[in-house]
């Protein structure tokens, strides 16, 4: 690997989605008084902390993903931040984890992008994924809470999330395992809402699948979403994506696409969407910061398939070139979700 100016020089079109060292990370602690301080940037590499943390025992912790690009001046642009940080807020109260506020959230994930500036890819061959992670890091033995948090933020060049790029998407419909129910966590970014998923998403690989569909715990029927993606139907006009009512995650992808859709004349309905609506659905399409918006060719269910329209003159391509188009600062940005940091 050598160094090209302020880019690191590496081959870009193979970088996937897996974990990359990069230089530094920030950190922030937390005591009992609930307030964050001593944040600081330190080289990127391990962290130490008792066999007893809460995060390691008890699943105390909560995580999220964003995407710092480079726009063909040069400059950094971030993806609605405070989001994010609002959304970590929400997952840590219900963690009952005291949390960083906007601002020192926004501010860790800035300085671990500059701090990282020569790991974010060139225009057009990737984004810095950076990842923020709040986790019960203070030793417990009996359930409880932990008596010490850390805040900490890292970053990892990344690529295309699906190994197949611009292959549509088939997707599994699970109906044994259950990712989240009522009165659960599946609303928040909990790390503990993804090692139960495993089991399913490794078994639909081995088949072959891109990934699983999940259906609610109660009825086995409606559509909940992907393993780190929200779920949308297309059907006529109409844009259907399952309600965020605790048992799916507020995408900050989801909400983008549903007022980037309204903007265009679509109209968008959160409702619940039952499993067999797919047979009539024109497309099919999930989004995330890390998937971004992705077709979905096919969904099988009990050996079913079901197809779906992919490819030139989609609503899914229309709608996911505008957010990318956003994103990277080739279109105008009205909203205002685009902060530039540097
Ligand atoms: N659903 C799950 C379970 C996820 O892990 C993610 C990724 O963060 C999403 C949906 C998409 O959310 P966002 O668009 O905020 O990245």
């Not at 160094?3 to 005591?31: A, H, N, Q, R």
Request: overall charge neutral; proline content about 5%; glycine content about 10%.
């Amino acid at each position: 690997m050598e160094m090209m100016g302020y880019i690191v020089k590496m081959e870009w079109e193979k970088l996937g989605f897996g974990p990359v060292s990069t230089d530094f990370m920030y950190s922030m602690k937390c005591c009992e008084d609930g307030n964050f301080v001593q944040g600081n940037l330190t080289h990127y590499g391990n962290i130490q902390f008792s066999p007893f943390a809460a995060v390691l025992n008890y699943g105390q912790g909560i995580i999220e993903g964003l995407k710092v690009n480079r726009k063909e001046d040069g400059r950094l642009l971030l993806f609605r931040p405070d989001q994010h940080a609002l959304r970590m807020k929400m997952g840590a109260q219900r963690m009952c984890m005291p949390s960083p506020s906007i601002h020192q959230f926004i501010h860790a994930v800035k300085q671990t992008a500059l701090a990282n500036i020569r790991w974010v890819p060139p225009p057009g061959k990737g984004s810095l994924y950076i990842r923020p992670l709040l986790i019960g890091s203070g030793p417990v033995l009996g359930v409880g809470p932990a008596p010490e948090y850390m805040f900490l933020t890292y970053a990892s060049p990344v690529g295309n999330y699906f190994k197949q790029d611009k292959t549509p998407l088939s997707l599994y419909v699970e109906e044994e395992e259950v990712r989240a129910f009522s009165g659960g966590v599946g609303g928040v970014k909990s790390v503990s809402n993804y090692g139960p998923v495993l089991k399913a998403l490794v078994r639909a690989k081995s088949l072959g699948f891109s990934d699983v569909l999940y259906l609610d715990s109660v009825n086995k029927k409606y559509l909940e979403e992907v393993s780190a993606a929200n779920i949308f139907t297309l059907k006529g006009n109409v844009i259907s994506t399952p309600p965020t009512s605790g048992t799916i995650l507020p995408g900050i992808t989801r909400k983008s696409i549903i007022e980037i859709a309204r903007g265009l004349g679509f109209q968008v309905e959160e409702r619940s969407i039952s499993v067999h609506e797919l047979t009539e659905a024109d497309e099919v399409f999930c989004t995330g910061t890390a998937v971004g918006v992705a077709a979905v060719g096919s969904v099988t269910y009990r050996g079913t398939r079901f197809e779906f329209k992919v490819g030139e003159n989609t609503v899914c391509q229309a709608l996911g070139s505008t957010l990318v188009g956003i994103q990277t600062g080739l279109i105008e940005d009205k909203e205002e979700w685009i902060i530039n940091i540097h």
